[in-house]
């Protein structure tokens, strides 16, 4: 099964932007609505933002509106998630998958630590 491969986590300060990149490499990646997620320590899995299969409507969660912004480079195959001014609340395993999300396709996703 093709997966989903996350990366671009990593330790940043507090205000600190990264990118996250998420290659999926089935061929039918340009037909699937994205969405990227995250785990925060001791939490669940929440939904944080998803973009349609064209990349022309993109959906943020209002709790980091402002701060992330989802983008897709389909020639690439490839799901962005670019996060600015992040706090210590923003500490997660971030994932993408479809949006829905489907259970058959999460990754292994990629840690973000938020700390001074």
């Known amino acids: 099964q093709e997966q989903l491969v996350e990366s671009g986590g990593g330790l940043v300060q507090p205000g600190g932007s990264l990118r996250l990149s998420c290659v999926w490499s089935r061929d039918i990646f340009k037909k699937f609505d994205m969405g990227w997620y995250r785990q925060p320590p001791g939490k669940e899995r929440d939904f944080l933002a998803a973009?349609?299969?064209?990349?022309?409507?993109?959906f943020i969660r209002s709790s980091v509106k402002g701060r992330f912004n989802i983008s897709r480079d389909n020639a690439e195959n490839t799901v962005y998630l670019q996060m600015h001014n992040l706090t210590t609340e923003d500490t997660a395993i971030y994932y993408c998958n479809s949006y829905p999300s489907d259970r058959d396709y999460w990754g292994r996703g990629t840690q973000v630590t938020v700390s001074s």
């Open positions: 973009i349609s299969w064209s990349g022309e409507t993109t």
